[in-house]
């Protein structure tokens, strides 16, 4: 789990869900997370189907948002809750043990408490002022994602308020994936710009 993570975000999405996913799959992400707080169960099922059918087909990871419901629904590869969802254990227990549960975490604590109870990866947010999430909370900044990597072995993947100008901080802090929403999908060409951060972590691995 390295590299660009992508969240979906219909609101603020310049063509949509299945036009922002399709061009993320062309841009080489592995991992897709659908999150729609507006859409109705029924809208969210439709949708969720057809971006899942979207990642098999390039061999990308579909991650459902918060709903379990829909996770099961249409057999995502994983679900990722935040700290006032559904607990940790329950959503394990109904989900099952071959499925990826991600964790959103603000804290060394949260974070270290999330891998004990068996996430499989981390979501560190917000790392920077989000305009994405009105309830995100206290920026964090990178140096919790500095603390967090030297306590835990389980990946963590940076979200809030990342553009390009912030981002190499992020990869430099030791972030395994990062996710930047507004950077992206407001933009007319979404392959690109998840490029241009793909790149970083290619450059990091060459010690730029």
């Known amino acids: 789990m390295r590299g660009y ?3 979906t975000d219909n609101a603020m999405s310049r063509k949509g869900n299945l036009s922002d996913v399709r061009s993320a799959l062309r841009a080489g992400v592995k991992i897709i997370q659908y999150r729609d707080k507006s859409a109705t169960t029924s809208e969210l ?3 969720a189907k057809s971006l899942k059918d979207l990642c098999k087909k390039k061999s990308a990871r579909f991650i459902v948002n918060d709903r379990l419901d829909i ?3 249409v057999d995502a590869d994983g679900l990722h809750i935040g700290q006032d969802d559904l607990p940790y254990s329950v959503a394990r227990k109904l989900l099952g043990r071959n499925k990826l549960i991600g964790v959103t975490v ?3 604590f949260e974070a270290k408490d ?3 109870q068996g996430a499989d990866y981390l979501g560190v947010a917000p790392v920077f002022a989000s305009t994405t999430k009105i309830d995100a909370g206290r920026v964090c900044g990178v140096d919790l994602i500095r603390k967090i990597k030297s306590k835990v072995k389980i990946p963590v993947i940076a979200i809030g308020g990342i553009n390009l100008s912030n981002a190499k901080e992020v990869v430099s802090a030791g972030a395994d994936g990062l996710c930047a929403i507004s950077a992206v999908i407001t933009k007319r060409n979404v392959n ?3 490029k241009k951060f793909q ?3 290619k450059s990091s691995r060459k010690g730029v």
């Open 192 to 194: 690109q710009e998840i």
């Open 106 to 108: 603000h804290s060394l």
């Open 5 to 7: 993570y992508f969240i």
């Open 45 to 47: 099922f439709r949708e």
């Open 114 to 116: 999330a891998q004990c």
């Open 199 to 201: 790149a970083l972590f």
């Open 71 to 73: 996770a099961l629904a």
